[in-house]
């Protein structure tokens, strides 16, 4: 759930971005409405400047950039479509819910995997184990047909 207090999105503890930073356009939706779909302009897509955005740093639009590439287009724009519910306000709704989640899995560091050395009582137990199923096929093999 997105938690707006006031006028901002709460994308992760420390980042709040206003939400006067994202603008909303509204179209037809293929998804759910009956026949309501072809007079209402449910559909609803969620413009984010990454690039113009005062609330995120270097460092942050960076990583949004990386994480995010195929989201965003050449001016820096991020773009989320919702078009699940068949009113405005609940694709609004769902629009600004995905934008912070997608957001925040960008912006979350993956921890630095560390390097570890394979004891050698486990190799010894592989190495042992193939030998074993070599000799093994080494046995079916031999066999003579006469």
Do not use: C, H
């Not at 006028?7 to 909303?24: A, C, N, Q, R, Y």
């Not at 405005?88 to 630095?112: C, H, I, K, S, Y």
């Not at 184990?129 to 070599?134: D, G, L, W």
Request: net charge positive; charged share 30%; glycine share 6%.
């Amino acid at each position: 759930m997105v938690e707006r207090n006031g006028t901002m999105i709460e994308i992760i503890g420390t980042l709040k971005i206003p939400e006067d930073e994202v603008s909303f356009t509204f179209s037809r939706s293929s998804g759910p409405g009956g026949q309501n779909v072809n007079k209402v302009n449910s559909r609803v897509t969620l413009w984010f400047d990454v690039d113009g955005s005062p609330s995120l740093s270097n460092i942050q639009k960076n990583r949004i950039r990386q994480k995010l590439a195929n989201r965003i287009n050449n001016d820096g724009v991020l773009q989320v479509v919702s078009m699940r519910y068949r009113t405005q306000r609940g694709n609004r709704e769902d629009a600004l819910q995905r934008f912070a989640a997608l957001l925040a899995n960008a912006l979350t560091v993956d921890p630095v995997r560390k390097k570890t050395k394979i004891p050698r009582g486990v190799r010894n137990k592989r190495l042992q184990m193939k030998k074993i199923r070599s000799k093994l096929k080494a046995v079916r093999a031999k066999k003579e047909w006469t």
